[in-house]
């Protein structure tokens, strides 16, 4: 079959009984903390123990005891043949193995979940550990595999695992989450990456992870000295950012957000709440976080300089390139001028809207600009003091909507600005007081605290690659960011980018990343502009008879569960994920 990455779970009772098990059994170490558990690895093959709910799982007890679990922890690793990855877990003593891609949607429902439930017990004293990668499994209950109430467990202590058996290479079996200060010597040759916004670093993370050398060059010298920008993340990039461990480390500085609210200018009720519970069947995280990208490249600059595998270059702009069919060689440049080459197996350009890689390609950025100008401002100002906004809040006007969102420390107004009007006169502080004061006038004067002013364009890349050059992100696609679709679409790329570019690291074929450019560029015309598009029309609808249209269509879904589900798998990029896993 195909190279591709998969999943097996089996789910464990007690992390800490299981923990002593890979350690006694399989001479596995403790090679890093998880947001819900512990990573184990012995050198080829990773393990991640983790917790998923505290919640009692109905019919699913420990072994020796009634009373149901009250933890639920999963014993996962990647591999890129599912049928040979089956067959050892089957060897093991599982009576029930399912695989799914690391793409597709998981939700917390067991029966969803692709696990196996089991009680671990620690292996007899005495028991020799092994060196070799694949060691004697020693004994190891089955108790109530997925629901299935069968009585019937495994006593017989596990076979031994053979590599004759395996229809794969070993070094294929290596895990997504590669430790720091493990080299993988199969994966030697580095992937460069230019950029590091949020789509370049998670690029990075996830690459790095699964065992592979990364260089990423970034002309900014300071990281966090930008503009305020980007602020949402839903839920569909949450479980990616909780993948690779970054979720913990953005929830604690961000604002979960449950709740979106459209508003008509002026009314004192909101026209429509949608709330993302709605989704608890479709995502472990059901809400949208509020947080904005510096701190999420904060968090993953922290993340990446922990990792032996990733190597950052600020101050260092790429200007040119070239390819040939073994590698690609980057020319890069330092504020001082000095030039240095850079040799990795492939190259993505991540370096927003301007991409210099797609530039030098020659690759069109097809699309339009809309025929005005967005301003973004970040306000000192408690907005819930005059009406009960919720933190995402979009404010229909045929003439000067609105979007009002809520972050830890600010609020974020976006307006619409004249597209004619001179950009130094827009950004005057006096006309920006006064647009803020017929948003809400407040009888003083607003506390501005940042400012921006730019044109929206929607556009999307002819392509997104060129033999061993590939784009992802701002590079790829620019939008409208009504709807909080870029970043996360970015995000998304990265990671779809990440698991192909892994597999091809290890051996596949290179028409692997023809499939990345097929299922990310469908998402970005059919999902993200198609849905900005209409976004920034329902804003800003001046026809009274489709405003009224609108209004009711809005209240309706957000009144029946089942078309707020639907709205939300879209507005969250849900439907997206799961619709681009289907194209081959």
Not at 339 to 347: A, D, F, N, Q, Y
């Amino acid at each position: 079959m195909a190279a591709q990455l998969r999943h097996i779970a089996i789910a464990v009772p007690d992390v800490a009984r299981a923990q002593a098990f890979f350690e006694a059994a399989f001479g596995m170490t403790k090679a890093g903390d998880a947001g819900r558990g512990v990573y184990m690895t012995d050198g080829v093959m990773n393990v991640a123990l983790l917790h998923f709910g505290d919640d009692p799982v109905p019919g699913i007890t420990a072994e020796g005891s009634s009373e149901p679990f009250s933890g639920l922890y999963h014993f996962g690793m990647w591999v890129d043949d599912l049928e040979e990855a089956s067959a050892r877990v089957e060897q093991a003593g599982a009576e029930h193995v399912r695989g799914r891609r690391p793409d597709e949607p998981t939700t917390r429902s067991s029966t969803a979940r692709p696990t196996v439930w089991c009680s671990i017990s620690p292996p007899p004293a005495g028991s020799a550990r092994c060196a070799a990668p694949l060691r004697r499994l020693r004994t190891a209950r089955c108790a109530v595999p997925l629901r299935r109430l069968r009585t019937a467990r495994c006593a017989a202590p596990l076979r031994r695992l053979r590599t004759a058996r395996c229809a794969v290479p070993l070094p294929r079996l290596r895990t997504a989450l590669q430790m720091p200060g493990r080299r993988v010597t199969k994966a030697d040759g580095r992937v460069l990456i230019a950029g590091a916004g949020p789509v370049g670093l998670v690029l990075s993370l996830s690459l790095a992870r699964r065992g592979h050398r990364v260089t990423v060059v970034e002309k900014l010298v300071d990281l966090l000295d930008q503009v305020r920008r980007a602020g949402t993340i839903h839920a569909a990039t949450l479980e990616m950012l909780d993948d690779i461990g970054l979720y913990d480390r953005l929830e604690r500085r961000g604002l979960v957000a449950p709740l979106v609210h459209y508003w008509d200018r002026g009314d004192p009720e909101p026209v429509a709440v949608f709330d993302h519970a709605v989704l608890a069947g479709d995502t472990r995280f059901p809400h949208a976080l509020q947080c904005d990208r510096l701190k999420l490249i904060e968090e993953a600059l922290k993340m990446a300089s922990d990792e032996e595998l990733i190597e950052i270059r600020v101050g260092t702009e790429l200007v040119g390139f070239a390819q040939d069919g073994d590698s690609v060689t980057a020319v890069t440049e330092t504020a001082d001028g000095a030039r240095e080459e850079l040799r990795g197996t492939h190259l993505v350009g991540c370096e927003g809207a301007h991409s210099v890689v797609r530039k030098q390609l020659g690759i069109g950025f097809e699309g339009f600009a809309f025929p005005d100008r967005t301003m973004t401002l970040s306000v000192m100002f408690d907005f819930n003091s005059i009406l009960p906004y919720g933190h995402r809040n979009y404010i229909l006007d045929p003439a000067e909507w609105a979007n009002l969102f809520k972050w830890t420390d600010f609020w974020r107004v976006v307006l619409p600005a004249d597209v004619h009007a001179d950009p130094d006169a827009l950004l005057d502080d006096d006309v920006i007081e006064a647009g803020l004061q017929r948003f809400h006038p407040i009888g003083e004067p607003y506390e501005v605290v940042s400012k921006s002013l730019y044109t929206v364009h929607q556009r999307v890349a002819e392509t997104f690659r060129a033999g061993r050059v590939l784009l992802a992100g701002d590079a790829a696609h620019v939008n409208s960011p009504i709807g909080a679709m870029g970043m996360n679409s970015g995000i998304h790329d990265a990671v779809n980018l990440a698991a192909k570019l892994s597999s091809v690291l290890r051996g596949a074929g290179d028409e692997v990343l023809d499939r990345y450019v097929r299922q990310r560029r469908h998402v970005a015309v059919a999902h993200v502009q198609a849905i900005t598009i209409r976004n920034k029309k329902l804003m800003a609808e001046a026809d009274p008879q489709t405003r009224r249209r609108n209004r009711d269509e809005l209240r309706r879904a957000a009144d029946d569960p089942s078309l707020a589900r639907e709205f939300l798998l879209r507005a969250s990029l849900i439907s997206s994920v799961r619709e681009a896993s289907e194209i081959a």
